[in-house]
């Protein structure tokens, strides 16, 4: 236990609470369980301890631990619970909940035995609650952790604080936004820069180690976060990487399930299954019709990268047309649906199109569509239904 403690305080201690990301606010930490979720390297775990720093005048009330670590080869969660509350604890953090085997089981006991203590977890995007607990699916609190918006990398580089915008603030009143702020702020080179390493908060100590960082956290999700929530055998693994290599290595990739089910030596429905692990551990995207619902074994009419970043770090030559759809298609999913239409690029909560290009795009794909838009990459300030691709970086 002292081993867990003198790591706890470590951490603590290098922790500074400077720039909250936009969840901070939201969370009520009152909640006496809350779960956290979010694809690995998005800060869940700097965001915590900026919180007990922030929090707690008296950080011993306070634990952190990782569930992963080797304290709990023998030892439960329960031992830990019991540890800290008796001690005067009054809030324990458990970080990697998902490395940890019957994690809900316990978790929802550890609720019931000690009314006083408050339960904040944190794990792999691709928690599920069973509802077999029922219990604990109807206490706790669910929040999902993004990586960093376009908005929130020029707030943490220092060169702009910028309020959220809506989707129909954009829409609607974009070209005297966009002439405001780019008033401030110059932004079309930064946002170059944050296509390539802007998404996650560890490019501020990697540098120029930042694509091999990535591809490290990327090989995490594929050997440890995937098994652990989704209980895959090897095989699966294997499947993951080779279908990760096809999609880096034609971009833009045209989905054709069939050709991936003979050259992965494998069934349709396997390839379903693979498309939908890698898109809830937020390393693609899946993107459907309007008229489909986004079930597991539906095929996706197409499939892009999670964010930028992955894109870079995993493919030798991004397409440019490619970027700027992932990229929107990022930012617009915060608080929007997107699915594929039939004329355009994307389709927005079934009713905005939007067709994705370069400075000079045009509206032939769209004209005479009502609510159609063009999103145009290169661009400070637009006019009329021309918008610029970075403003919808300003959403979260």
Known sequence: MNRLIENYNRLLGESRPSTFRYLYESINWKNRLIVLKGARGVGKTTMILQHIANAFEDTSKALYVSADHIWFANHSLIDLAEYHYTHGGTHLFIDEIHKYPNWQQEIKNIYDSFPHLNLIVTGSSMLRIEHALGDLSRRCKEYT???????????????????VLSLEEILHRHTQIAAKLTGEAKVLGHFDNYLRHGYYPFYIEEGNGFEERLERVINTVLNEDIPAVAKVEYDTIYKLRQLLAIFSEQSPYTLNVSALARTLETSTGQVMKLLDLLNQAAIIRRLFSKERSMK????????????????????SEADQGTLRETYFADMISFAHSVSMPQKGDLLVDKHFLFEVGGRTKGYKQIANIPDSFIVADGIDIGFENKIPLWLFGMMY
Do not use: H
């Open 145 to 163: 952790m993004r990586g960093l918006s376009f908005r929130e990398y020029l707030k943490l580089e220092g060169i702009a604080d910028w309020p």
């Open 296 to 315: 597991m074994l539906q095929k996706p009419e197409k499939v892009l990268f999670d964010n930028t970043n992955i894109m870079y770090a995993l493919s």
